[in-house]
């Protein structure tokens, strides 16, 4: 062996023993720790989870801007919408998991996928039969998921007023 080899094998050795020895060493060490545990699980579970709701609302409103900035050939603005409602639709997948909704979710994906191509082609009469197509599949969903009163449309206003959606 080598210089190098010997000593990462007594540095291994070492933290090996250094390991060994670092758990509780006695019982109440242990119920030190299992109340630190239960504590650090108790901040867990109250932590704040967002609902379904709160992420379909994000949605919303990406959809809005999606709309406005890809009906104005503001390819950037739609290209990041788009990566809005992704991200949003993966955290619904993450957070929301005891939500019997949350099964329906993939058949959005080919839809935004559309879109996606629409928008990475700029090509704004793509970009619309697109969108009417995402927009149609929320629908689809929300009747499969008995939320059908939820019915969305292509937007006609702006969902806010302070952003400017042409390039």
Request: contains cysteine; charged residues 20%.
């Amino acid at each position: 062996m080598n210089k190098l080899t010997t000593l990462m094998c007594i540095a291994g050795l070492g933290m090996l023993v250094a390991c060994s020895n670092s758990g509780p060493k006695s019982s109440e060490d242990s119920e030190v720790l299992q109340a630190r545990i239960d504590s650090l699980q108790q901040m867990l579970d109250d932590a704040y989870k967002p609902g379904l709701g709160e992420f379909m609302s994000g949605i919303q409103v990406h959809h809005a801007k999606l709309w406005f900035a890809g009906s104005a050939g503001n390819w950037k603005l739609a290209d990041f919408e788009l990566g809005e409602i992704r991200e949003t639709l993966d955290n619904v997948e993450k957070y929301c998991t005891d939500r019997p909704e949350v099964n329906s979710m993939p058949m959005i994906r080919p839809a935004l996928d559309s879109v996606g191509k629409a928008v990475g082609a700029q090509n704004p009469a793509m970009f619309k039969t697109a969108f009417v197509l995402l927009t149609n599949t929320c629908n689809n969903c929300h009747r499969v998921t008995k939320h059908e009163f939820n019915v969305i449309k292509i937007p006609d206003t702006p969902p806010i007023t302070n952003q400017v959606f042409t390039k």
